[in-house]
């Protein structure tokens, strides 16, 4: 079944943006919706489940498929179910294992003699990859393929992801850098839109690369050069790898949580009645963006001070339902002033009740002793206060494999690998305790420098210090500074941009520390007013790999310190927590290589 939606929030209306991203949705609903009105005739559209959760931003819903005539719309499977449109279009990402279900079910469809026109459309483009296996199975002589350029799916009012799910394992494991491409492209994207940004902060290796790509973009002419006045003042570009510490860290944020319990996918999570305190065990779909004047408010706040202001807006909606007004004692001013604020009470009412429930499924779990237990021992790792055999042992007493290999991922991190001794007793033990089929992983989190044997010291205990990482005392009920967001430890993706919006620059001192190279650009603007045409301080933040809802509530703390000038708009390839960097890490089927377009 279906889950229900539980919640009033809608898709975001991204009105509240410190930059127009309207724009930005209006013109990838243009490119749609002009690719679909080439086509004649009613359409049957057939939709790849990866895509169909991120193209609800763009196309809001079916409304826009309905005015392009789509009489009807299913999801891929290998055999389709029956149509009787004479336009079957695919909706696909390039990924071999969906392109070649859309194969399959063409090849059914031959062999049942349907007659229709077939298309092929790309998200954002076909590549190479797509190609030779469209042409391998004769596909490609009996379709269109058509690519989208649709790729920059606005999650919210600050939050932009080009949604590669599976980002972080491409890139880093398997040296798959078409996820570079893509980054660079949206960024060029929104030059287009917001004119050349002047100043380019590029953080990591892949961060420079991406840097290299848009600014040769400009060098080649491939892109048309604009005359706006830049409403981007600054972009910062941070490679995930430069900071792999904050992901393994617990958020203690109320989205941050309800993301790492429950799974927040595209903006939305799906939970059972029964978790939300019900009888039922039903799934509701929740929507979570800022349409949900509470969630606005809740999303960053610490887990303690959630508890205290839901308590408050339960005692407000409370009040204003009690002055109803009372029958005979009322003027008619009174009665009409009620009814005109009764729908926003409804709405209140039913928004309380989601987040009641929403708080319930996770305090369950955040007020149990294992939880507190793991949350102490991940905050002894990050000041530097406990050994790998304290994790090793969590094993005995019945914790998760993903809380335990976390812990030792942390903990390698933080001290620059495990001794040699002690990382062979560490993988022993994981591998007696959780199986042999752990082997992968720690084979893959090994490759990548996650959980290794040292050979040398690092420089973690003095970027703790100089970059005030770990906070003692912090209860999470004041927002002053960003430690707030897991009660003690400051995300160093966090600290570095909030280096730059306060004080301009990465001190020379903190760029030597980061186990990932600083660069700083200038691009040369057409417009000869420069900086002084910039209508208002924004930067752009790009994260490549992946960011955590940590470090967007990191990000969005900086608004509140009194020396800020930014408003910060977040342009990620995918979200990520160390629980999926793990799921991730232990698939054992690889990724096919997908090279960027040709």
Not at 64 to 70: D, E, M, R, T, Y
Not at 74 to 88: C, D, I, K, R
Not at 315 to 330: L, T
Not at 382 to 396: F, S
Request: include cysteine; proline fraction near 5%; charged fraction near 20%.
């Amino acid at each position: 079944n279906n889950p229900r939606s539980a919640s009033m929030a809608t898709l975001p209306t991204l009105v509240s943006s410190p930059l127009n991203l309207v724009a930005i949705r209006d013109d990838e609903q243009k490119k749609l919706k002009q690719l679909l009105t080439e086509i004649e005739g009613e359409k049957c559209i057939v939709i790849d489940p990866f895509l169909s959760k991120p193209l609800n931003f763009i196309t809001e819903g079916v409304a826009l498929l309905k005015q392009c005539c789509a009489a009807q719309i299913m999801s891929l499977v290998p055999v389709l179910g029956s149509f009787t449109q004479p336009n079957l279009v695919y909706f696909l990402m390039p990924i071999a294992k969906h392109v070649n279900t859309a194969i399959s079910s063409i090849h059914k469809l031959q062999e049942q003699e349907i007659n229709a026109r077939v298309f092929l459309f790309f998200f954002p483009y076909c590549t190479r990859v797509a190609k030779e296996l469209l042409k391998d199975s004769g596909v490609s002589d009996v379709c269109t393929v058509m690519n989208t350029d649709v790729n920059i799916y606005p999650l919210d009012d600050d939050i932009l992801s080009l949604e590669i799910s599976s980002c972080y394992p491409d890139l880093y494991l398997h040296n798959d850098l078409t996820s570079l491409q893509l980054v660079a492209d949206a960024i060029c994207s929104m030059e287009q839109f917001y004119g050349v940004i002047p100043e380019i902060t590029a953080i990591g290796a892949n961060a420079q690369a991406v840097v290299d790509m848009v600014l040769q973009s400009r060098v080649e002419g491939r892109l048309k050069e604009v005359d706006l006045p830049p409403e981007i003042s600054r972009l910062v570009v941070i490679d995930r790898s430069a900071d792999p510490v904050t992901p393994f860290v617990t958020p203690l944020t109320y989205e941050g949580l309800i993301n790492e319990l429950l799974g927040i996918e595209c903006g939305s999570v799906t939970v059972s009645e029964k978790a939300m305190g019900k009888q039922s065990d039903k799934p509701v779909l929740i929507r979570l963006n800022n349409s949900d004047s509470f969630f606005q408010e809740l999303r960053d706040e610490n887990i303690a001070r959630v508890v205290r202001s839901l308590n408050e807006k339960a005692i407000q909606v409370k009040e204003e339902s009690e002055a109803r007004p009372q029958d005979g004692n009322s003027t008619i001013n009174e009665i009409i002033d009620f009814r005109y604020k009764l729908p926003e009470l409804i709405q209140k009412k039913k928004f309380l009740e989601t987040h009641l429930g929403l708080l319930n499924a996770v305090t369950t779990v955040t007020n149990s002793d294992a939880f507190h237990a793991a949350w102490e021992l991940e905050h002894q790792v990050l000041a530097g206060e406990c050994t790998p055999q304290d994790i090793a042992a969590l094993a005995d007493v019945g914790t998760p494999l993903a809380t335990v290999v976390r812990l030792l991922v942390l903990w390698s991190l933080v001290n620059s690998g495990l001794k040699p001794k002690v990382f062979d007793e560490a993988r022993a033990s994981v591998t007696q305790f959780f199986g042999l089929p752990t082997l992968l992983l720690l084979h893959n989190l090994q490759k990548l420098g996650l959980l290794v044997p040292r050979e040398a010291a690092g420089n973690f205990a003095t970027l703790r210090s100089r970059m005030r990482l770990v906070q003692d005392g912090v209860d999470g009920l004041s927002m002053a500074d960003m430690s707030y967001v897991t009660s003690g430890y400051a995300p160093l993706s966090g600290r570095l941009l909030q280096a730059l919006t306060l004080q301009g620059k990465i001190s020379d001192e903190i760029a030597r520390l980061l186990a990932a190279p600083v660069r700083e650009t200038r691009q040369v603007l057409r417009t000869a007013s420069g900086d002084a045409t910039l209508r208002k301080k924004l930067q752009l933040v790009v994260f490549v790999g992946g960011v955590t809802f940590t470090e967007i509530a990191a990000v969005r703390q900086l608004k509140q310190l009194a020396n800020c000038n930014y408003e910060t708009v977040i342009l990620t390839t995918n979200i990520l927590n160390g629980s999926k960097i793990i799921r991730e890490l232990s698939e054992e089927v690889p990724a096919i290589p997908i090279p960027p377009r040709e």
